[in-house]
């Protein structure tokens, strides 16, 4: 075996703030549903200097002479290595476009709390937020929500049958927008069976209810992309 190949087979490392599940969370959740062995590493920018791309932000992944930055990226990197995707282009495809597009709503749920960017605190921005969270709440929360809908009602995965990347990411994209809009969750929720079914389905998975109750489960916090602030969350 070469260098090259004995470092590959050394195992992933993932890079991410400490302390927060976020974006990380995303990379965990196929480990986690896998039963893949991973090393979870506190994200120091200034360790990737000697690698060519540097990573932009975390999460980062570390896999051999792999470096990859981008939580869609890197899902659809471990999805066939750890048996996460349908071996289909097409399917592939289709789980990156999911993948994306609950990236696009993360984006959102977090700029709920950060309208005006992350370079200003939550208490700098307290009055734009609050017209974001409305906005959010009242058309594009639910939007996304029917969007998924719609797709689950043929379920009981993202793509039908089989099971794949996406529905771990959408599992814990609906956990954190109800952690942190549970009133206006609360009153979307009934519209929404399917989707409703599919965290309890996802929850319920052997490796996933065992993660969820250890503790490597980081909690959602006000540090994170999901933040409940009650002034956001008001009828
Ligand atoms: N599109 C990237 C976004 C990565 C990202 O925004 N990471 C956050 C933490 S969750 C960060 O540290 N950003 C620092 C920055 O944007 O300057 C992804 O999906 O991985």
Redesign the pocket.
Known sequence: MSTTENRKSAGYRLH??QG?P???E?VRLAFEATGTPFEDVA?EPGRFDDHVPRP????VLVHGDVLL??????LDYLAPRLGLVVDDPMLRATSSMHQLTI?DL??EA?DAHHPLG??AYYEEQKAEAKKRARAFIDHRLPKFARHFENILQKGPWLLGDAFSYPDLSLFQTFAGISHAFPNAYGRLAPELPALEAHRARVAALPKIAAYLASDRRRPFNDS??FRHYPALDES
């Open positions: 991410y703030w927060l976020g974006r990380g995303y994200f932009f932000a975390p999460p930055s981008q939580t869609a990226v890197i990236a993360v984006v977090h992350p370079q994170g992309l």
